[in-house]
């Protein structure tokens, strides 16, 4: 007990350090020096007193500034510039770009998805050494490019912007947490192959499953069968992904903590069989090994990684002859993650794996205690159950944070997914294994058809029952600490069983989940008008409940390219929403109680929007010139370098409340 304490301290210094150094931003030597001063004078304390109990206290301390300072210096030593100047500081326009492709992702239409990290600068035929990476949407058609590749380019930088829409994705916060603050698009003979490097075993091994499983199956079940099992999301629909997001499943469409614990499940199984293997715990090195070349087959993605780490250090830690679920552990594989990169931390997938972890080491066994079950096979259910609802507390607060929404129904798809996520991952892994036996791989194909249909269908059925996902959880960051910090309270007073401190723990439980519904009810019922920063013009008009989406469009595909953003609203805002469409020279007007709330005229190239005697204008062409100087002009209509044939408003969305 004492070392976990001690760890935790470790620990939350570290983090502390991170924090503290991402607000203040200070000079990278600066912290590297003061971490060095106390580095050389720990050595001194421990080597010249340790032995003296007031040293001891003093070796105490400096430890925990060492690693107070260490998560500092970790943030600072991840970040650009800190060993090469970063290229922004270095590129000028009408340079040359030189770099390698670090990451690769293949895109639905015109467009894949690249991390491009530069190395060098070419500026009046002089080269420069440079680092940083940069987001690149590179048009197909043209050079093929591999992970490894190295290329030149000339690139026109673009800053990552968010739209200013309400509830849209922070891409700007999620890039910067990655290092990557600019994006580029590389057309056909924008750009030229300096070094081709071959795709790696790996890729090419991955390349293979996927396609024996897209033989094998419908597109529709081949793209979540791979989604699975080598963590490839590109071939499922977006009905699959919101039926999965909606009914609190989306963890099994990213391979993750889940996937390599019933890997992990599996192959200690099979290993524990061969009886030599269980002598001196062998089977447990074997199936780490096994993990990481399933974690090297899913192309090492940060999710897989994560959860490999840490499963391979609980492993060793069973070994060691610990509790193979331990703090210290969990603690110790956290540690090594951020000091790898310090970045991690703001990773939404290892905030959510870590979360789930300590939620089911601090609260799995205090629920599986509250249901003493005799029969076998109905106490693995209530096992696994509580298993996912001790997950499920760790993660909710985060999870209303970042996705606004809570699946109703996570209970029933907990269950439901853990009859048959196992037997999903087990049936694939047979299927790859037999994928050279003719009749028998039929067979196992025939299965796995059946497997995944049944679990798309469970899915399906989950989001189509009434109020199968509450939306509309707009809550701040301070409430997620409060909500922590109340389960933290709660996890004491268990432990303590001191009835008056469990009484007011429960009490500040129920009152922080009272404030989430609150938070929903205010959000749903608020009045507000917004101009979006769509690709066409969108306006909103809420009121009691009700969201009035007016737009310009004609056709039904024009209006599927505006669901983002309008799925967006919805998902943080609620409310049931309303397609309006505005016809040119007609007055639309929204009322409520024969009040009327909002007036919209599409009139001389130019859409007219009226709020309580105030008057905007969105210009519906590139070059529009106002001809009513009383009506303020809504920012200009610029070409949309994101989206092709599509605008933007330079100034962002613009909205009453």
């Known amino acids: ?50 032995k003296a109990f007031v040293f001891q206290r003093v070796l105490s301390l400096q430890i925990l500034a060492l690693f107070f300072l260490g998560g500092m210096l970790a943030l600072a030593s991840s970040s650009s510039g800190f060993y090469k100047m970063n290229y922004a500081k270095r590129f000028l326009p009408g340079d040359e770009l030189i770099g390698r492709i670090v990451d690769f992702k293949e895109g639905g239409k015109k467009y894949d998805k690249i991390l491009f990290r530069s190395e060098q600068v070419v500026s009046n035929k002089m080269l420069y050494e440079v680092d940083g990476t940069l987001l690149a949407y590179i048009q197909r058609g043209g050079a093929s490019v591999n992970v490894g590749d190295v290329i030149v380019c000339k690139p026109r930088l673009t800053a990552i912007r968010n739209k200013g829409n309400p509830g849209e994705f922070d891409a700007e916060y999620y890039w910067k ?23 790696p075993f790996f890729d090419r091994l991955r390349n293979y499953l996927k396609g024996e499983l897209e033989q094998a199956l419908s597109p529709e079940l081949s793209g979540l069968a791979i989604a699975l099992s080598l963590g490839d999301k590109g071939g499922l629909s977006q009905e699959t992904r919101d039926n999965f997001s909606n009914a609190g499943a989306m963890h099994v469409l990213a391979v993750s903590g889940l996937h390599v614990g019933i890997l992990l499940g599996i192959i200690q199984w099979i290993f524990y069989q061969v009886g030599f293997l269980r002598k001196k715990k062998v089977y447990i090195l074997c199936a780490i090994g096994v993990l990481w070349f399933f974690a090297l087959l899913t192309g090492l993605a940060p999710s897989v990684f994560r959860a490999t780490l840490m499963f391979s250090f609980l492993g060793f830690g069973k070994l060691l002859g610990r509790r193979f679920f331990s703090l ?65 507390i760790g993660t909710i607060p985060i999870s209303l944070y970042y996705f606004h929404q809570f699946p109703n129904y996570f209970m029933l798809t907990n269950i439901g997914l853990i009859l048959v996520s196992g037997v999903a991952l087990g049936s694939v892994l047979l299927f790859f294994i037999t994928s050279k036996i003719p009749i028998i791989n039929d067979v196992v194909a025939y299965a796995l058809e059946h497997v995944f249909g049944g679990m798309a269908s469970f899915v399906r059925w989950i989001d189509h029952l009434p109020f199968s996902v509450a939306r509309g959880f707009a809550i701040d960051f301070w409430q997620v600490w409060f909500a ?19 009484y ?27 101009v979006f920063n ?56 929204i009322a409520a109680r024969n009040e ?3 007036l919209l005229k599409w009139h001389m190239n130019g859409l007219h929007v009226l709020i309580d005697d105030r008057e905007v204008l969105i210009p519906l062409e590139d070059c529009y010139v106002n001809p009513d100087s009383a009506a303020v002009v809504l920012g200009s209509w610029l070409k949309s370098p994101q989206v092709e044939n599509g605008h933007q408003l330079e100034q962002g969305a613009f909205y009453w409340k």
């Open 504 to 530: 007011g723990s429960v009490l500040t439980v129920f009152l922080c989940a009272l404030q989430f519904v609150y938070v929903r009810h205010t959000s749903e019922l608020k009045q507000e008008v917004v």
């Open 596 to 598: 009327a709330l909002a």
């Open 328 to 392: 210290n552990a969990l603690l110790v594989s956290g540690l090594f993650l951020l000091m790898l990169d310090a970045n991690t931390l703001f990773d939404i997938g290892f905030q959510l794996s870590f979360l789930a972890l300590l939620g089911i080491l601090f609260f799995f066994q205090p629920i599986a205690n509250l249901w003493s079950v005799s029969n076998k096979w109905l106490d693995k259910l209530w096992q696994g159950t509580a298993l996912g609802l001790a997950a499920q």
């Open 177 to 199: 947490t990655k290092g990557v603050e600019d994006m580029v698009f590389l057309r056909e003979g924008d750009f030229e192959v300096l070094e081709n490097t071959p795709k």
């Open 1 to 50: 007990m004492q070392a976990s304490r001690y760890m935790l301290q470790l620990s939350v210094l570290f983090l502390l350090g991170i924090a503290v150094q991402y607000f203040l931003q200070l000079n990278a030597l600066f912290v590297f020096t003061a971490w060095m001063g106390v580095l050389i004078l720990l050595l001194f304390t421990g080597i010249e007193k340790a």
């Open 484 to 502: 922590y910090g109340s389960l933290i309270i709660l996890l004491i007073a268990y432990r303590s069983q001191r009835l008056r401190l469990w």
């Open 534 to 589: 769509s690709p066409t013009p969108l306006v909103l008009v809420k009121n009691a409940g009700v969201n009035y989406f007016l737009h310009t469009v004609n056709t039904e595909e024009e209006l599927k390219k505006l669901d983002f953003i309008v799925s967006a609203y919805e998902r943080k805002y609620s409310g049931s929403s309303k397609y309006i469409p505005i016809k040119e020279n007609q007055l639309v007007e």
